[in-house]
């Protein structure tokens, strides 16, 4: 099975600050054959499902505010919050969508600082 | 607007049975993958199984293989999950979705094995 091993597994950053979280797995996601990566990302507060993000590793979902951007390509990614605002307190996951069994990422808590 | 409302959770003791439903809205449910994924209580996600459009091809987490079913009813635009044999560790937070990326989701269904 893929391992998703996302980094760090909690995270405190100032509002108006730049928030990281990185992702990576234990197999390339990367599809040759469309040159897609296989990657998503997605946000979760308590007590409510979770919500995508991100998709094809750097495709923003409709809706969601452009302070979010995914990157990076096979093995290694990265959620970028580019002005954490106190609404992105969440669990952050990764998650393959290449391989089956999919598999998520443990899980990054962000918090304000 | 895209709906898909888990049900059939609840209190089971262990070695027991119960059966999950999704119904789904909103969309061509018959032209899209689906799958099922859990959370345990204070846990991250866990996908748990995914199932083809037509219902023919299915795959399972190993924890689960040989005690679950997913299937659907493409007629009824309803997914389900059978879950026999539970355990404790199979209590958590059973939440539908398409699958691939995964867009939409159900609001979950609490299943709690406990004696």
């Known amino acids: 099975d893929i391992v998703m091993t996302q980094s760090p597994d909690s995270l405190a950053v100032s509002l108006g600050e730049r928030a990281t979280i990185n992702c990576k797995s234990s197999q390339s996601v990367l599809y040759n054959s469309n040159n897609k990566n296989y990657l998503a990302w997605y946000q979760q507060k308590p007590g409510q499902p979770p919500k995508l993000l991100i998709y094809w590793a750097s495709t923003r979902q409709s809706g969601v505010p452009d302070r979010f951007s995914g990157s990076g390509s096979g093995t290694d990614f990265t959620l970028t919050i580019s002005s954490l605002q106190a609404e992105d307190v969440a669990v952050y996951y990764c998650?393959?969508?290449?391989?089956?069994?999919?598999?998520f990422g443990q899980g990054t808590k962000l918090e304000i600082k | 607007e895209v709906q898909l409302v888990d049900s059939g959770g609840g209190l089971v003791q262990p070695g027991g049975s119960l059966r999950l439903s999704c119904a789904a809205s909103?969309?061509?449910?018959?032209?899209?993958?689906m799958t099922w994924v859990r959370q345990a209580p204070g846990k991250g996600l866990e996908w748990v199984a995914n199932?083809?459009?037509?219902?023919?091809?299915?795959y399972y987490v190993d924890s689960v293989k040989g005690r679950f079913t997913i299937s659907r009813d493409n007629a009824k635009n309803s997914l389900y999950l059978q879950m026999n044999s539970l355990t404790v560790e199979d209590t958590a937070i059973y939440y539908c979705?398409?699958?691939?990326?995964?867009?939409?989701w159900g609001q979950g269904t609490l299943v709690t094995v406990s004696s």
């Open positions: 998650q393959q969508y290449y391989f089956t069994p999919r598999t």
């Open positions: 909103g969309f061509t449910f018959s032209n899209y993958w």
């Open positions: 979705a398409k699958d691939g990326y995964n867009d939409y």
């Open positions: 199932i083809n459009q037509d219902g023919r091809e299915k």
